[in-house]
Structures are given as C-alpha cells and as structure tokens.
C-alpha cells in the first residue's frame, strides 16, 4: 500500500480448543501450524491462486496496505499460556505474544496511517476486537488521529454458560497482552475480574464506550454451523456433529443475547446478521454485496 495511507490488520481463524478432548489432533477443532498459509503466500506469489474478498488485488481495498496474522495456537490470538493437556499432547497458547509482535511492528514501522480496518474471521473475529481495542488504545497515547474501523466476522461469541469460568482460564488471556483491561468500568469487579458476568457484548459495549471515534462491528450468518458447532462442542465438552437444530439453538441464543443489549449500545457498534449457514466471508466476493438486512 502505499506510504502512509490506511491500512488493514487481518488476524487468521483456525477454531479454538480449551480441553484434553477438544485439543487432540483428532477432533479437528483448531488449526495448530501455519504451514498452509505459508502454502496459500507462495501461490499467490507465484500467480497460481487469486485471494478475494478484502484481499482482492482488484478490490476497493487494493491500494491499502495489508497485514496479516496468522494463527495455530487455539487461543483466539489472546493466550499467554503452555498446557500439557496429557501425555502426548501440549499445546502452546502464546496467541497474545505473537500477536503483539505484530502490534508493536505495525506502531514501529506504519506509524500513524490515517486508519486502520481491524479485521478476523472466525477466531480471527474475536482477535480483532481486543486488538483494536489495543490499537485505539495505542494511538491514543500517542495523540494520533488515526481511526480504528473493526469488523469481526463470524465471531459472535454465543458460548455455553460455564465457558468463561470452567475454560477460558486454560489461556491465561488475562494475563496476556491482548485483554483491554483500559476498557472496563471502574464499577465492575476487577480483583478479580468477574469471568462469570463477563460477554461478547458486553465487553463490545465497553469497549465502543471507550473509543467513541472508532467504529465497531460484527457480522455473522444467521445459521453459522461452525459457530453452533463450538457451541455444542462447549456444552458436550467435545466436539460432534452439527444438526439443524444446532443450529436453530445457536441462532436463537445469539438472538436474544444481543437483543438485550442493543437498547443502551452507543452508535458506534454494530452487528449484523446475514442470510445462509456459511462460516467468514471476508475472504470472498460476497462480503461486497451481503445485505444483512438488519442492521442494528
């Protein structure tokens, strides 16, 4: 892109694992090598393989420069954390690490660009947000004008009521880098942090809230089957199948937890439900004409 002109920071999905049973190589719930990015980066070099979407050469967004993050750490890019599940398998939640590598390149290297479009489908999704929080966060104190646009894809953070207490600890996310702690209201407990009475969007909320420039948002289909697959994953403690009423249930769940919150939400969040059962699509053509129909 070019030399001081907006820029996007895309953060890679790959699914997620918090257990024994959703960490094994079997249950394919998380991608744990960037092999095939490196792969995907060589075609496209080589002329082999168009990107669409947001990384069309040919799209709206072809003169901004372009960072991508990828991802094998089954830890939605928040982890700060190395657990031996059992005897043969350990995984290493360092997705905060690496992703603040990124982060202190983009600040060092990119200096103030005039915006920034904080991006991630899947896991992806969920990295944005924190992270944009931090880049906002970042800016601000270095008096930069630069505004922070985030849009997560596919991430709506539909989890089953035991998730953040019993499973999201494994990560130590809390004690990583990506948590925006500079986002939480002082009237909320924070020591400790309530994991209990902690949400999507309610932390979405805060985070809006506290960088009233910027612009946040998510989008999803409306009957995303990865998503009710890691719903159900969550509630089973493995993962399994996914039939049409998990995906109903899913639907139904996302429903009625953002319609409690849309009322007292600030104008600068969004979220937005589209038609189909597909899973990201900022990578493909149909980001440019989805009419989500309901914008809220």
């Excluded at 646009?149 to 991430?155: K, N, S, T």
């Excluded at 924070?190 to 998510?218: C, E, H």
């Excluded at 249930?249 to 937005?272: K, Q, R, V």
């Amino acid at each position: 892109g070019a030399a001081d002109g907006p820029v996007i920071l895309e953060f890679e999905g790959g699914g997620a694992c918090w257990s024994a049973s959703t960490c094994q190589k079997a249950t394919n719930t998380f991608k744990d090598t960037v092999e095939s990015d490196r792969a995907e980066f060589r075609r496209v070099k080589e002329g082999t393989e168009r990107r669409l979407g947001i990384s069309d050469v040919d799209g709206p967004y072809a003169g901004m420069t372009h960072v991508f993050v990828p991802y094998c750490t089954g830890d939605l890019h928040w982890g700060n954390s190395t657990v031996t599940y059992s005897d043969t398998v350990t995984v290493h939640h360092r997705g905060s690490v690496n992703a603040k590598s990124v982060i202190d390149w983009v600040l060092t290297e990119l200096g103030e660009p005039p915006r920034v479009l904080v991006t991630g489908c899947s896991a992806g999704a969920y990295a944005s947000s924190f992270w944009g929080a931090q880049l906002a966060y970042a800016f601000e104190t270095r008096g930069a004008s630069t505004k922070v646009v985030q849009m997560a894809d596919a991430g709506m953070g539909v989890i089953s009521s035991t998730f953040m207490v019993d499973s999201f600890p494994t990560w130590r996310a809390l004690e990583g880098a990506a948590f925006p702690r500079f986002a939480i209201p002082d009237d909320f407990p924070q020591d400790p942090i309530d994991l209990g009475s902690l949400s999507m969007p309610l932390l979405y909320r805060w985070i809006a809230q506290r960088f009233p420039n910027g612009t946040w948002s998510q989008y999803s289909s409306a009957a995303d089957w990865i998503q009710a697959f890691f719903l159900l994953a969550q509630k089973l403690g493995e993962g399994t199948d996914v039939e049409a009423k998990d995906q109903i249930d899913w639907y139904t769940e996302m429903n009625d937890m953002y319609d409690a919150f849309i009322p007292e939400n600030p104008a600068n969040l969004l979220h937005m439900v589209g038609p189909g059962d597909y899973h990201c699509n900022i990578r493909a053509d149909s980001h440019w004409h989805i009419d989500a129909g309901n914008e809220q």
